[in-house]
């Protein structure tokens, strides 16, 4: 089984689902080692991106992606907004104009994403940001071998990752001026990471 | 929460409106994607200084749009940072054929957000420079951290720079100065009670009534140090004391001292402080030439104070003097 254009545009939409119903809970983890704004920014960012969609699926898969990215990095703002946005472009680019996406162009895509948020970023597993969910997640879905398979680990691999951040020292982002005093948390760009990694295993696509 | 607002969803786009009719002979809202423009935009010729930030640290940066200061200013939403179209319709409306520079106050969020407009401004050969300003001597710029923020000192650098560019100077000219002015400016601040966010609705982080955090952030972000409170004395010393000792500072230093509040404290407060900063400098020989007193870069309705020196040379004194005309800075003619 593979997806397509719609069942890409379905999963962002459960994306979308999931960041608004969990909206509170990362800003209430942003506001403990950052400034309370990431479930804001993100809920903002796919809200509009179901409005863009509503407008009309575009025809690829990476034709979704690139309006995911365009949306995210015009709505978003903050860290996340750039950091989201490039994902979602490198995701597109990878996957040119395939009209369905099998597992080599979905573990492409979550390669091509990792690689965009670590090029803006710079940031390393261990530096308590999304790349501690985002990073596992990449590593488990090369281990599988239908789309629905390697989304659910590499899920399961980017909850076990943010859950990993709580301990961490921040090295990077605003969590970074808290030094020792942001141990102790759960990172909210990792845990959003993971919750969108859920929504893509337990949503539509198959 | 109470707050004089209608709804958190619109506040900043509410209060800009408001800004506009307050001040139409300086500056021009544009609504979507949000930009403040100065109203004689694009001025031929001059370099276009451009800032932005987060909302909720009026009047910076959209009470600095004007002659002598900014030619544009991006407002995020409350404390986050724009993004890369607002920065990219600032340049279009203020680009007079001499470039854009951009100031950008060291965040992750907004260092990303401007890094990717400058990219797209460049791709369609829009001169473009960035001066990134990382004053808060709070934080310990180390391959650990995100690196020092940007606060108090970028209302100096907007000033300064925005002089020069009003000059004539030009890009790279306006460049180099502003490195100038971030090599030359150290700021920290304090707070005593917290910020509201309007869409978070609860206080940014939690201060006993007899607890002080030293080093804060103008977000909110905790400082270096959560202290029993002091009198202002004692305040004013922790303050000023780091700044000093960072660039350092030294006798016989001519400085600009910048006595900011937070949003919350008032001005009563706020010159008492001034006054005892002023003599902690005579003290030590250090001689302020000229000085800002008020509430510049707030942090919404925190309670608090930032102090921000900047070592003073004959140019800059002269570009500080220099005509401003914007909502918060206006002298000379
Ligand atoms: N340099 C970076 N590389 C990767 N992720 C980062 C980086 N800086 C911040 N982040 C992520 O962004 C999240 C914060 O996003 P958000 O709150 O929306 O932005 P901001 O910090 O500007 O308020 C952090 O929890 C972290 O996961
Ligand atoms: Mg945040």
Redesign the pocket.
């Known amino acids: 089984m593979a997806c397509t254009a719609e069942s890409v545009a379905d999963a962002v939409r459960a994306a979308a689902a999931v960041v608004a119903s969990h909206r509170d809970e990362l800003v209430a ?2 506001r403990a ?6 479930g804001e ?2 809920n903002r960012g796919f809200t509009a991106v179901v409005a863009a969609l509503d407008e009309g699926t575009p025809d690829t898969p990476a034709a979704v992606l690139k309006l995911v990215a365009s949306t995210l990095i015009s709505k ?6 750039p ?1 989201y946005g490039t994902a979602f472009l490198r995701a597109s680019a990878v996957v040119k104009d395939a009209a369905e996406l099998g597992p080599a162009e979905v573990v492409a895509a979550l390669e091509a994403a990792l690689g965009g ?2 090029a ?4 390393e597993v261990g ?6 969910a985002l990073s596992p997640a990449v590593e488990a879905a090369r281990s599988a071998d239908s789309v629905s398979e390697l989304l659910t680990a590499a899920a399961e691999a980017a909850r076990a990752g943010a859950e990993s951040t709580e301990p961490l020292v ?1 090295r ?4 970074s001026y808290l030094g020792e005093r942001s141990a102790g948390h759960v ?7 993971a919750l969108i990694l859920g929504s893509f295993a337990a949503g539509p696509v198959r | 929460m109470k707050k004089i607002i209608n709804d958190p969803a619109t506040v900043v786009a509410d209060s800009l409106r408001g800004l506009e009719l307050a001040h139409a002979d300086l500056v021009t809202v544009v609504p979507d994607p949000a930009v403040v423009v100065r109203a004689d935009a694009p001025v031929q010729g001059k370099v276009a200084v451009i800032s932005g930030g987060g909302s909720g640290h009026e009047p910076m940066h959209g009470g600095l749009v004007g002659p002598g200061m900014l030619d544009a200013a991006c407002p995020g939403p409350v ?3 724009p993004t890369p179209d607002q920065v990219q319709a600032a340049i279009e409306r203020t680009n007079g054929g001499a470039g854009a520079l951009l100031i950008v106050k060291n ?4 260092v ?1 957000n401007f890094e990717t407009a400058a990219e797209l401004a460049q791709a369609e050969d829009v001169e473009v420079a960035t001066v990134v300003i990382d004053d808060d001597v709070a934080v310990q710029d180390s391959l650990y951290t ?1 690196g020092r923020r940007g606060v108090g000192g970028t209302v100096l650098l907007e000033k300064i720079v925005g002089a020069a560019a009003e000059r004539g100077d030009d890009l790279a000219a306006c460049l180099a100065l502003a490195q100038r002015v971030v090599a030359n400016v150290r700021s920290m601040g304090m707070a005593l009670a917290a910020p509201t966010v309007p869409h978070v609705g609860e206080p940014s982080f939690d201060l006993d009534a007899d607890e002080m955090e030293v080093g804060i952030g103008i ?1 909110g972000e905790p400082g270096r140090a959560r202290l029993p409170a002091e009198n202002a004395d004692g305040i004013v010393a922790r303050l000023l004391e780091p700044v000093l000792a960072d660039l350092p500072f030294r006798e016989g230093d001519r400085v600009l001292l910048f006595t900011n509040s937070m949003g919350a404290t008032p001005l009563l407060e706020l010159y008492l402080a001034h006054g005892i900063a002023e003599r902690m400098l005579a003290d030590r020989g250090i001689v302020v030439e000229r000085r800002l007193v008020g509430p510049y870069v707030t942090s919404l309705e925190m309670q608090g104070m930032s102090l921000t020196v900047l070592k003073l040379d004959d140019e800059l004194t002269g570009l500080w003097d220099a005509p401003v005309r914007t909502a918060a800075l206006r002298w000379g003619s």
């Open positions: 983890l942003d080692i950052g400034d309370g704004d990431h920014n993100l978003v703002g903050g860290a996340a907004g950091l948020v670590v803006r970023g710079k940031a530096d308590k940001t999304m790349v501690d921040a990077k982002g605003r969590a990172d909210p760009g990792a845990r959003s990471t | 404390f986050t940072s965040y992750t969020g907004d990303l995100a977000h």
